[in-house]
C-alpha cells in the first residue's frame, strides 16, 4: 500500500506533454516490474514448505497432489487478486490514465494475467529444485533476464540477433506492451508517436494478453506434474 501511494502521487494527475508521457511510461513499466518480482520472488519459501508437507503427507497416504495443489493456487492467487486490484485502483485514477473505464479494466486483467505467470513460474522453480536457496538464486536471475529484455530495449536495434529472442519468454514484455498499448494506442500525440519509434506497437493489447493466459496455462499443468513428481 505504501509503494502504490508513492507511485501514485509521484505522477499525480498527469498531462499531455513530453515529461507526462515519460511519467507514464515509469508507471507503466514498474507495474509491470512490480506485478512479476511480488508474486515471483516473495511466495517461493511458501511455496517450498506447502512441498515439504505434502511430501509427508503423501507418504503417509494423507493428501493428494490434486487437491493440495488447486487449493494453495486458489488461496494464493486470491490473494495476488486483491493486491492486484487494489493497486489498479488507486494508481490508475490518482495517476490520471486513459480513460473510459474499460482501459482500466484491461489494466487490471493485464497485471493479473501477468501475476498468474509469475505464480506459475515460481511455483515450477520450486518443485524441479530441493535446495530452497538455489530456488531463490535461480528466480532472482530470471526475474534480472526478464528486466532487461523488456520495455524499450526488446526493439533496441543494438541488441544482438542471438540473444533478441529472449524478450519473447519474458511476462513483463508481454505485460507491458499491453499496458502502453492500451494507454497510448489510437490516441495520437507524443504517446502514441514514441510506441511506433520503439516498435512498442507491434504487439497489441490482446495478443499480449492471450500470452500471458497461454504462458500461465503451461506453466501450471508442468508445475501441477512436477510437484506430483517431486513430492512421489
Known sequence: LTLTLMIAFSAFQLENDTF???????????????????????FLSVCYR????????????????????LSGWLLIYGFRFLIVTLFS???YFIVGLRLPFNYALVFWLTLLAEAWVAMGMGYLIVTLVENVVIAETLASLILLVCIWYSGDFAYNPECTWILRWIAYLSPIF?????????????VGGKGEEFIKESGLDNFGVWPSIGTLLGFGLCYMIIGYFALSYSTR
Not at 508481454?174 to 489510437?186: D, H, P
Open 89 to 91: 485502483c488507486i494508481v
Open 174 to 186: 508481454y505485460s507491458f506492451n499491453a499496458l502502453v498499448n492500451n494507454e497510448f494506442r489510437g
Open 20 to 42: 507526462s508521457v515519460r511519467a507514464r511510461f515509469n508507471v507503466l513499466f514498474y507495474s509491470a516490474v512490480l506485478f512479476q518480482f511480488f508474486p515471483f520472488i516473495l
Open 50 to 69: 506447502d512441498k515439504w508437507v505434502l511430501r509427508r503427507e503423501r507418504r503417509d497416504s494423507l493428501a493428494r497432489v490434486s487437491p493440495a495443489y
